[in-house]
């Protein structure tokens, strides 16, 4: 009987584990005294039933860990008593099942170390102290980690963690049995389990890489002009935004192209957009070294300066000087600066006074011509 009641100890110890990890990480339908009161009466068959049994078979405590698989009965006992999604609450059951399957496992070969005359019980006194130091960084992962990722995935993700999770277990079960006996169907079975496991995270990989590349063309379409292949208006708000929150300096020069409509007007539009890609591609070469260049409107752009001076860049833009492949020459452009922080940490703002400053940049060159 002191055999039998030491091993159900240990069954019922990883069943409390699991009950305590999934309640901590869960949301209650009901109080936790009536969760774990539906836990203990849950199992209370399963362990009048192991002291009836088990002395009657000469039943002894060797490791293989076999009762851990009447945890899975228990996966619907949870689903009662909380209020998340099914596959939620069974993935986090599962999740603490593994971490449970390990700390035995451990705990088997750990006890060995341990001279007692009944071996149950240093595999218990084991497992109770590797409880003791680990359950509540456990807790934390699974709160701050795979809730979060449980929340915020796609439900194909939320399936696979679920699939790993159970084979994992299974895959433990194994390994411990593969310990203790030298069967080769037992070592077949594990490796098929790792295999599958395997599968499964690569599975996950290939699927958060290909989400990932997704989003990066999502974002590459918000973020660019189509037109000039140029950072667009939302681009800079953002970048900008970033910057002033950081506090970096930057000088923000605003340009705007000379008789641009008379091109339109002259050519047509596909000519037009002609020489505002020439214009891109050409400006593009002598800003990138200094900063960004944005496209934010018609025929309208601005350079975020972070290398060297504003007035460089302002004059290296009125200095250009190029012909588009239609044969049409660059009429030239009129470039304004404003400084963050000195002239205003709005960017509203320093657009304003850039924009200001190219006009009346305008008006001095036309006076001296």
Known sequence: MGEAAYTIAIAVEMLIVNAVVTDFCCQRKYRRIVNLLVY?????????????????INYVENGNGLFAVL??????????????????????WMFSSVYTMIMYTVSVQLSKLIPLEEYAVSLLIV????????IFPLIYWIRSGLIFVLKNTA??????????????????????????????IIRIVTLALLLLNVLWSY???????????????????????????????????????NMISKGVPFSLVYIDLNSFKSINDKYGHL??????????????????????LYRVAGDEFICIVTRGHRDA?????????????????????????????????????????ADEKMYRNKKEIKGEM
């Open 155 to 184: 439900d194909r993700i939320n399936i696979y963690l679920l699939l790993i999770s159970s084979t994992w277990f299974l895959a433990i079960l194994f390994i411990n049995l593969s310990l203790l006996y030298e069967y080769l």
């Open 203 to 241: 599975a996950i990989v290939y699927y958060l890489v290909r989400s990932n590349n997704a989003v990066e063309t999502i974002k590459d379409v918000a973020y660019t002009d189509e037109l000039t292949k140029l950072n667009n208006r939302v681009s800079l708000f953002e970048d900008v935004a």
């Open 313 to 353: 860049v302002c004059r290296k833009l009125v200095e250009l000087n190029f012909k588009t492949k239609s044969g049409i020459e660059f009429l030239g452009c009129g470039a304004g600066a404003s400084v963050f922080p000195k002239d205003s940490s709005s960017l509203d703002e320093l657009i304003h006074i």
């Open 127 to 134: 497992q109770s102290m590797l409880y003791w130091f680990s």
């Open 271 to 292: 000519v037009g957009d002609e020489y505002l890609k020439a214009f891109a591609d050409n400006a593009k070469k002598i800003l990138d070294e200094h900063g960004t």
């Open 40 to 56: 203990a009466l849950a199992s209370l068959p399963f362990a009048l039933a192991a002291l009836a049994i088990l002395p009657r």
């Open 71 to 92: 945890g899975f009965f228990f996966v619907f006992v949870t689903q009662m008593l909380y209020k998340d999604g099914m596959r939620k609450t069974v993935t986090v």
